[in-house]
Every structure is written in structure tokens, then in C-alpha cells.
């Protein structure tokens, strides 16, 4: 029998953590023998009796071959082990790989240059036309955007990728049939069928705050850097940065409004030596080599194309371009927006005015001022 199904079987026994089936591979008991052992011998191994009985079950052969037969006739979702020749390069090399992947779209993604883009669940107007800009440029210049299906970031990086026509992997902290967030399943079905979805979780694995932060490192493992668009001090997206240190990968972050608290954490990672993002080609650079021509000479020509677009009539003035960026935080009244740029009212009204003529504002009732 293909020791791989033995590996699914232990990753698939509750209680048979991976420090568990890391230790059966040290002690080379990964192999056939194991198959038919009774619930004694596995509790002679220092297994608790619950456990030991679980390892007895599934890893009798009876039970191996019903198992095998299950995954083969499933035509959605493809089973991988570390022991396979296609599992992930890149995931491998990281410091805590996981032992079984099930996947469900189309894997050749893997296999492509990926970086993670995470954030805040919550963002901001400016985080989220951030979060569209660059997954958006990134898949057109040749990368797979990689997250965690969450709400915020996550979903907006998704979707933009997708609506780019680039792939994208969304790795997820329960099984494969316990979509999470809920009202996610739309964003799921369509990765699924353009995309890739990813967890090492079996089926039946329900949402729990232990799950995210290891699913975190996968997202990071997978890829080259990992992008933090928008996060506050607290947020879950700086474990996965903290992953992509330690399997020794680049991270980036998107610089915000210093007064945003939804910006504190993106800052801190710039401050302590991550690099600042503000367009594609800055993550581009760094990985060059990475991205066949072709899609590079694509992403620039897109990129003179949509620059054209937002400037409408012709280049944003500095002030009008620092006015630009406060009211992508959110809409603003006019006294907010005094009280932001410090302009007297007339210069405010002068570039007010000025936008909206090249149709990048609107003003909304009540002297409300918003990007279009």
C-alpha cells in the first residue's frame, strides 16, 4: 500500500496532531507495519487509550482501502501529502509544512509565483481601493494573490484578482465544507471554480480561533512576500507577516494615514523594516526574475491605460492628488476636510471644485465630499 494513504489516514485520526505523525516518520514507522496494529501496541507507543483505539481503526487496512476508495471517487476536491511530488516547492521549504492538503480548483496554482495579500476585516475606503489597486496589478503582472477568505482585505484581494483574470488561492481554517465566514460561499464557489481553495483541515473541521494563526503560516509559506494592506496593532494579518519572517520571506505593507487607527499596524511593520508599498511595481521589483516578459510588458501597458483613466483630463495637481488621498479614507464634510488638509476655505473650495470637474470626487448632500 502508498505509505501517503497511511499519512492521511494518522493527519485524519482526531488527536494525531502533526508533532505526532512527525514523530512516527523520525522513528521510520511510517511504513506498512503499522497497518493491523491493535489498540496495545500504539498505547505501548505512550498513546492515551482513546487515541491509541482512533489509530487502531483507521489504520486497519479494511478501513485504508474504504478511505482510498472515497477520495479516489471524489471529483472536486485532490488530496496532497508532503510526500507527493507536486506538493507546493515553496511550502515545503518553510519552517512548519503541513503533512496533508486538500485541495479543490486548480493546483497548477501552486506552482505559480504567489504573494499573500492580508489585512484588517474592517477596512477603510482607502484600504479597500488599496487592497483592489494592487491585487489587480499583481495578477496582471504575472502573481497568484494568496489570503485567507476572511471578510475585509481578504475578500476584497480575492474578488480583484478574479475580476483581473488572475488565479488566486484562498486558504481556509476549516474543512472544505464548513465555509467560514457564512456569507462568503458566493466569493468560495467562485474560487473554486477559477481559483484554488486550500486548508489542511479535513471535512467536518469547524471554525476555531486556535485554527486561523496555523492557517496563517500556509498563506505565508506558499508564497514569496506577504502584503499587509491595511491593519490596526492587533490584527491577525500581522501573524501572518510574522510567518513570512520566520520561513524567511519578504514582507511588505501599504503606508496609511497616521492618524487611522486601522493603519497603526501596517505602519509599525514599515518601522521595523518592512518595505513600504504604494504601487505594484514596488513588490514587482523585488521579484523580477520571477515573471516571465510577456506578463510584465502586459501589467506596464494596463498600468499607462489606467493611469491615463484616473487622471481624467490631465495629471492631479499635488494638492489636488493630497486631497485625493484623504477623502479614499472615506467621505468627509467639509469641515472635516478643513480640519485634515489645514488649507483656508477658498484653496479647499478652489481644489474641491477642481476634482469634481475631473470626475474623480462627487459631492454627496449635506456638503459631503466622497471619491467616485
Given at each position: 500500500?502508498?505509505?501517503?494513504?497511511?499519512?492521511?489516514?494518522?493527519h485524519?485520526?482526531?488527536?494525531m496532531?502533526?508533532?505526532?505523525?512527525?514523530?512516527?516518520?523520525?522513528?521510520?514507522?511510517?511504513?506498512?507495519?503499522?497497518i493491523?496494529?491493535?489498540?496495545?501496541?500504539?498505547?505501548?507507543?505512550?498513546?492515551?487509550?482513546?487515541?491509541?483505539e482512533?489509530l487502531?481503526?483507521?489504520?486497519?487496512?479494511?478501513?485504508?482501502?474504504?478511505?482510498?476508495?472515497?477520495?479516489?471517487?471524489?471529483?472536486?476536491?485532490?488530496?496532497?501529502?508532503?510526500?507527493?511530488?507536486d506538493?507546493?516547492?515553496?511550502?515545503?521549504?518553510?519552517?512548519?509544512?503541513?503533512?496533508?492538503l486538500?485541495?479543490?480548483?486548480?493546483?497548477?496554482?501552486?506552482?505559480?509565483?504567489?504573494?499573500?495579500?492580508?489585512?484588517?476585516?474592517?477596512?477603510?475606503?482607502?484600504?479597500?481601493?488599496?487592497g483592489?489597486?494592487?491585487?489587480?496589478?499583481?495578477?496582471?503582472?504575472?502573481?497568484?494573490?494568496?489570503?485567507?477568505?476572511?471578510?475585509g482585505?481578504?475578500?476584497?484581494?480575492?474578488?480583484?484578482?478574479?475580476?483581473?483574470?488572475?488565479?488566486?488561492?484562498?486558504?481556509?481554517a476549516?474543512?472544505?465544507?464548513?465555509?467560514?465566514?457564512?456569507?462568503n460561499?458566493?466569493?468560495?464557489?467562485?474560487?473554486?471554480?477559477?481559483?484554488?481553495?486550500?486548508?489542511?483541515?479535513?471535512?467536518?473541521?469547524k471554525?476555531?480561533?486556535?485554527?486561523?494563526?496555523?492557517?496563517?503560516?500556509?498563506?505565508?509559506?506558499?508564497?514569496?512576500?506577504?502584503?499587509?494592506?491595511?491593519?490596526?496593532e492587533?490584527s491577525?494579518?500581522?501573524?501572518?507577516?510574522?510567518?513570512?519572517?520566520?520561513?524567511?520571506?519578504?514582507?511588505?505593507?501599504?503606508?496609511?494615514?497616521?492618524?487611522?487607527?486601522?493603519?497603526?499596524?501596517?505602519l509599525?511593520?514599515?518601522?521595523?523594516?518592512?518595505?513600504?508599498?504604494?504601487?505594484?511595481s514596488?513588490?514587482t521589483?523585488?521579484?523580477d526574475?520571477?515573471?516571465?516578459?510577456?506578463?510584465?510588458?502586459t501589467?506596464?501597458?494596463?498600468r499607462?491605460?489606467?493611469?491615463?483613466?484616473l487622471?481624467?483630463?490631465?495629471?492631479?495637481?499635488?494638492?489636488?492628488?493630497?486631497?485625493?488621498?484623504?477623502?479614499?479614507?472615506?467621505?468627509l464634510?467639509?469641515?472635516e476636510?478643513?480640519?485634515?488638509?489645514?488649507?483656508?476655505?477658498g484653496?479647499l473650495?478652489?481644489?474641491?471644485?477642481?476634482?469634481?470637474?475631473?470626475k474623480?470626487?462627487?459631492?454627496?448632500?449635506?456638503?459631503?465630499?466622497?471619491?467616485?
Amino acid at each position: 500500500m502508498d505509505i501517503r494513504w497511511l499519512l492521511i489516514a494518522m493527519h485524519e485520526t482526531k488527536g494525531m496532531g502533526r508533532k505526532g505523525i512527525n514523530r512516527i516518520i523520525a522513528d521510520g514507522l511510517l511504513t506498512e507495519q503499522i497497518i493491523d496494529r491493535d489498540a496495545g501496541w500504539w498505547g505501548r507507543l505512550g498513546y492515551s487509550v482513546e487515541l491509541s483505539e482512533r489509530l487502531a481503526r483507521n489504520l486497519s487496512r479494511e478501513n485504508l482501502s474504504v478511505q482510498q476508495r472515497e477520495k479516489e471517487l471524489d471529483p472536486l476536491v485532490q488530496t496532497l501529502t508532503f510526500l507527493d511530488q507536486d506538493y507546493p516547492a515553496l511550502l515545503k521549504e518553510s519552517p512548519d509544512p503541513p503533512l496533508v492538503l486538500y485541495a479543490r480548483g486548480d493546483t497548477g496554482l501552486l506552482h505559480q509565483p504567489g504573494i499573500a495579500m492580508v489585512g484588517t476585516r474592517i477596512p477603510t475606503a482607502y484600504g479597500r481601493k488599496m487592497g483592489e489597486e494592487l491585487a489587480h496589478d499583481l495578477v496582471i503582472s504575472g502573481f497568484v494573490i494568496v489570503s485567507g477568505l476572511a471578510r475585509g482585505i481578504d475578500s476584497v484581494c480575492h474578488e480583484a484578482a478574479l475580476t483581473g483574470g488572475g488565479g488566486t488561492i484562498a486558504v481556509m481554517a476549516t474543512g472544505m465544507d464548513m465555509i467560514y465566514p457564512p456569507e462568503n460561499r458566493a466569493l468560495f464557489a467562485r474560487i473554486a471554480n477559477e481559483g484554488l481553495i486550500l486548508t489542511e483541515y479535513p471535512r467536518g473541521t469547524k471554525p476555531h480561533p486556535g485554527l486561523f494563526p496555523q492557517r496563517n503560516r500556509i498563506i505565508a509559506g506558499l508564497t514569496l512576500g506577504t502584503l499587509v494592506v491595511e491593519a490596526d496593532e492587533r490584527s491577525g494579518s500581522l501573524i501572518t507577516a510574522d510567518a513570512a519572517l520566520d520561513a524567511d520571506r519578504e514582507v511588505f505593507a501599504v503606508p496609511g494615514q497616521v492618524t487611522s487607527p486601522k493603519s497603526r499596524g501596517a505602519l509599525n511593520l514599515i518601522r521595523q523594516g518592512a518595505k513600504m508599498i504604494c504601487e505594484a511595481s514596488d513588490i514587482t521589483e523585488e521579484f523580477d526574475s520571477w515573471l516571465p516578459n510577456r506578463l510584465k510588458n502586459t501589467y506596464n501597458k494596463e498600468r499607462q491605460v489606467k493611469e491615463g483613466s484616473l487622471n481624467g483630463e490631465g495629471h492631479l495637481t499635488t494638492d489636488e492628488l493630497q486631497l485625493y488621498h484623504i477623502l479614499e479614507q472615506g467621505p468627509l464634510t467639509l469641515d472635516e476636510l478643513l480640519q485634515q488638509s489645514r488649507w483656508d476655505f477658498g484653496h479647499l473650495h478652489s481644489v474641491l471644485l477642481s476634482l469634481i470637474i475631473k470626475k474623480q470626487i462627487t459631492q454627496l448632500p449635506g456638503a459631503i465630499y466622497k471619491t467616485i
